[in-house]
């Protein structure tokens, strides 16, 4: 049994693991201003999110195998001044160029989410982790839901620079936070561990860690195809106010939240892969409820987002588990596991709801995006069935 390091206070990771989600979306509703402000078109500012997302998922491959070999705290600490510098930049930036410019440089804000996951990893085992990652969870998804109201209520009381300084004083509040609390906790290589383990190839040939992997990012696959076609099926189909929207929508995160709760709460008593399996089983089966009731002819907004609710929840039971488990694998390598499963859960994200927004049209049916969402569920259910069966294979003896 390795001895734990010393860890950081919770609310230091869950600070950590909120500035990702609050980054990308907390501007969101100042687009409109900033490209009135800078002049230029909506589709070449909104590159502030796309193009975001896309150096965000490269910077998230590269940042965890650096971890895994140079430490946690000196990652972090970059990542945080680089980020900083970033929002000061945007906040200070006169023309669209300087703004893309430091909007990019404002990715380093993913170590949070990568290296607070690795962290956890780090000081925990066994069921811990998966009980402190269905913490950090939930303040994920809250972070998702709090941060467009406040950067709308700071752009309509002193302008959209100042979300921007926010960030700014957010990431150097942090940059201290973690100065003074978090001490390195990445394992050395002296003992038990094997230094040979530091080589991310060893992760990539795991076949157990694909099927975590994939499990998490056909999970997350599922909420992204309803967060790309639930607004159109809403209004087309349901002839809902945007005030109904906002709640319907919203209401696939409030069952996550419910869901990262329970993992918290289950897995000292239930295995985690049992868990995670639950997770997949539940969402698979609420979609086949919903495609049940529109057959049927029962086609209303609480029947239809009665059942997408229970894809927030199955996602909760599953997506904490299946990181624990992909962090698992290879502990050293918690970092490269994180930061691998991240950027192809957000690939993954990026053509889902590209497939979605092709296949739903203004005509398209309710249950178009049911299926698309079943299929997604499904396939996580299959990545999380081959966990079982690869952890049983290696459990059989040998015949000799």
Same mark, same amino acid.
Request: charged share 10%; aromatic share 6%.
């Given at each position: 049994m390795r001895t734990a390091p010393t860890p950081p206070a919770p609310t230091t990771l869950f600070m950590l693991a909120a500035l990702p989600p609050l980054t990308l979306n907390m501007i969101a509703p100042s687009l409109t201003n900033i490209a009135t402000d800078l002049q230029v078109g909506y589709g070449v500012i909104s590159l502030a999110l796309g193009g975001y997302l896309a150096v965000t998922a490269l910077v998230e491959l590269a940042i965890g195998p650096v971890a895994d070999r140079i430490g946690r705290r000196p990652v972090l600490l970059a990542a945080l001044a680089i980020f900083t510098i970033g929002s000061i930049g945007c906040a200070l930036a006169q023309n669209v160029t300087m703004l893309l410019g430091f909007r990019m440089l404002q990715a380093g804000a993913v170590a949070g989410f990568v290296l607070s996951l690795a962290i956890v990893r780090d000081i925990e085992d066994g069921p811990d982790v998966a009980k402190r990652l269905g913490r950090i969870s939930m303040v994920m998804a809250l972070a998702p839901m709090l941060g467009p109201v406040l950067g709308s209520l700071l752009d309509a009381a002193i302008g959209w620079r100042a979300v921007f300084g926010l960030y700014a004083v957010v990431g150097a509040g942090l940059l201290l936070r973690v100065w003074v609390d978090l001490s390195e906790t990445l394992p050395g290589t002296s003992g038990e561990d094997d230094p040979s383990e $530091?080589?991310?190839?060893?992760?990539?040939?795991?076949?157990? =860690?694909? $099927?975590?992997?994939? *499990?998490?990012?056909? $999970?997350?696959?599922?909420?992204?195809? =309803?967060?790309?076609?639930?607004?159109?099926?809403?209004?087309?189909?349901?002839?809902? %106010? %945007?005030?109904?929207?906002?709640?319907?929508?919203?209401?696939?995160?409030?069952?996550?939240?419910? /869901?990262?709760?329970?993992?918290?709460?289950?897995?000292?008593?239930?295995? $985690?892969?049992?868990?995670?399996?639950?997770?997949?089983?539940?969402?698979?089966?609420?979609?086949?409820? /919903?495609?049940?009731?529109?057959?049927?002819?029962?086609? %209303?907004?609480?029947?239809? =987002?009665? *059942?997408?609710? =229970?894809?927030?929840?199955?996602?909760?039971?599953?997506m904490p588990n299946a990181n624990a488990g992909a962090m698992s694998v290879r502990p050293r390598l918690a970092g490269s596991a994180t930061g691998i499963t991240g950027a192809l859960t957000l690939a993954g994200g990026a053509a889902l709801t590209s497939l979605t927004g092709f296949v739903l049209t203004r005509e398209a049916a309710p249950a178009a995006l049911l299926v698309l969402m079943l299929l997604a569920s499904f396939a996580g259910l299959v990545a999380a069935s081959s966990v079982l069966i690869l952890k049983r294979q290696r459990r059989r003896p040998v015949a000799t």
């Amino acid at each position: 049994m390795r001895t734990a390091p010393t860890p950081p206070a919770p609310t230091t990771l869950f600070m950590l693991a909120a500035l990702p989600p609050l980054t990308l979306n907390m501007i969101a509703p100042s687009l409109t201003n900033i490209a009135t402000d800078l002049q230029v078109g909506y589709g070449v500012i909104s590159l502030a999110l796309g193009g975001y997302l896309a150096v965000t998922a490269l910077v998230e491959l590269a940042i965890g195998p650096v971890a895994d070999r140079i430490g946690r705290r000196p990652v972090l600490l970059a990542a945080l001044a680089i980020f900083t510098i970033g929002s000061i930049g945007c906040a200070l930036a006169q023309n669209v160029t300087m703004l893309l410019g430091f909007r990019m440089l404002q990715a380093g804000a993913v170590a949070g989410f990568v290296l607070s996951l690795a962290i956890v990893r780090d000081i925990e085992d066994g069921p811990d982790v998966a009980k402190r990652l269905g913490r950090i969870s939930m303040v994920m998804a809250l972070a998702p839901m709090l941060g467009p109201v406040l950067g709308s209520l700071l752009d309509a009381a002193i302008g959209w620079r100042a979300v921007f300084g926010l960030y700014a004083v957010v990431g150097a509040g942090l940059l201290l936070r973690v100065w003074v609390d978090l001490s390195e906790t990445l394992p050395g290589t002296s003992g038990e561990d094997d230094p040979s383990e $530091s080589k991310t190839a060893r992760l990539l040939g795991e076949p157990i =860690f694909w $099927s975590y992997a994939l *499990c998490t990012a056909f $999970s997350t696959g599922a909420f992204y195809i =309803f967060i790309a076609g639930a607004p159109l099926i809403a209004v087309a189909a349901f002839g809902m %106010t %945007t005030a109904q929207l906002g709640v319907f929508v919203g209401s696939i995160t409030a069952g996550f939240l419910v /869901g990262s709760f329970l993992t918290a709460r289950l897995v000292h008593h239930i295995a $985690s892969d049992v868990i995670m399996l639950a997770g997949r089983i539940l969402a698979c089966a609420a979609m086949l409820a /919903g495609l049940t009731f529109l057959g049927a002819g029962i086609a %209303t907004p609480l029947t239809f =987002f009665g *059942c997408t609710i =229970f894809v927030g929840l199955g996602n909760g039971l599953t997506m904490p588990n299946a990181n624990a488990g992909a962090m698992s694998v290879r502990p050293r390598l918690a970092g490269s596991a994180t930061g691998i499963t991240g950027a192809l859960t957000l690939a993954g994200g990026a053509a889902l709801t590209s497939l979605t927004g092709f296949v739903l049209t203004r005509e398209a049916a309710p249950a178009a995006l049911l299926v698309l969402m079943l299929l997604a569920s499904f396939a996580g259910l299959v990545a999380a069935s081959s966990v079982l069966i690869l952890k049983r294979q290696r459990r059989r003896p040998v015949a000799t």
